[in-house]
C-alpha cells in the first residue's frame, strides 16, 4: 500500500515563528502536493511539486515556501506564521507526469494552530 | 478558471438507504476527469471513483455510482444501502487532462445513523 505520512498530527506554534511540516511517501510517486483544508471551502492548493527541486505554485501560495531536495520528502514552510494560516494541511502524492491523472494519496494531516 | 461546488454541506440518513451527493462545475475544457474523494472522521481521504469525461458510460464501484451529465456540467454520487462506515466528509475534485493538480469542492458532511 501506498503510505504518506505527515511529522506532525498536531501542532500549536506562536505568530512569528518559523514552521515545518513534513512529508514523506514511500511510493517512489514524482508528483507531491501540499494542501490546506478549511471549513465550507474545501481543498485548496498551495503548491506542488513534480520532481526534485522543482516546485509549482497553486492557488494560495501566499505565505508559504517549499523544499524537495529529496523524490521521497516534500516540506512546507511557514516563514512567519501569521493566525489565518491556522488550518488543516494535507499532503499528497501521484505517481507520474504522464497524461493520464494517477490517484493522489493524501497523508492524514496536520492541524496547525498558530496563536 | 476551473470551479467545483458541493451545494449540500450536510445530510443525513439512515443506515440502509440510499443517498445521492450533488456536484457541478464549471469548465471551458472538454477533456477533463472527475472524482469523488472520501475523508473518514480522523483518517486519511481515500479515492471512492473517477470518471473520464470523454466515456458516456457511468462509472461504478461496487455500492458507489456516479451520476455524469457532461452538457449539465453535473456529477453526483450516488451510495446504495448505506452503511455506517460511509460516514465522511465527500469531496468532489476535478482534473484537466494532461494536468496533474485537483480543484475541490467544497465538500458534503455525509452522517449514516443506525
Known amino acids: ?115 | 478558471a476551473q470551479t467545483v461546488t458541493q451545494s449540500q454541506p450536510e445530510m443525513s440518513v439512515q443506515e440502509a438507504e440510499t443517498v445521492t451527493l450533488s456536484c457541478t462545475y464549471d469548465t471551458s475544457e472538454n477533456n477533463y476527469y472527475l472524482f469523488w474523494y472520501k475523508q473518514p472522521p480522523s483518517r486519511q481521504m481515500i479515492l471512492v471513483i473517477r470518471q473520464e469525461a470523454y466515456k458516456q458510460q457511468n462509472a461504478t464501484e461496487n455500492r458507489f455510482s456516479v451520476n455524469f451529465q457532461k452538457a449539465a456540467k453535473s456529477f453526483s454520487l450516488k451510495i446504495s444501502d448505506s452503511q455506517l462506515g460511509d460516514t465522511a466528509m465527500y469531496f468532489c475534485a476535478f482534473m484537466i487532462q494532461g494536468a496533474q493538480k485537483l480543484v475541490f469542492g467544497q465538500g458534503t458532511r455525509l452522517t449514516i445513523n443506525p
Open chain 1, 1 to 115: 500500500d501506498v503510505k504518506v505520512t505527515q511529522s506532525s498530527r498536531y501542532l500549536v506554534k506562536r505568530t512569528g515563528e518559523k514552521v515545518f511540516l513534513e512529508c514523506v511517501q514511500d511510493m517512489d510517486h514524482e508528483n507531491m502536493f501540499w494542501y490546506r483544508q478549511d471549513p465550507g471551502l474545501g481543498l485548496r492548493l498551495i503548491y506542488f511539486s513534480y520532481d526534485v527541486k522543482m516546485k509549482e505554485k497553486g492557488d494560495i501560495p501566499e505565505g508559504y515556501s517549499v523544499s524537495r531536495e529529496k523524490k521521497e520528502r516534500f516540506s512546507l514552510i511557514l516563514e512567519s506564521a501569521s493566525t489565518n494560516q491556522t488550518s488543516m494541511y494535507l499532503c499528497a502524492s501521484s505517481l507520474s507526469t504522464s497524461g493520464s491523472p494517477d490517484t493522489q494519496y493524501f497523508g492524514p494531516g496536520t492541524r496547525l494552530t498558530v496563536l
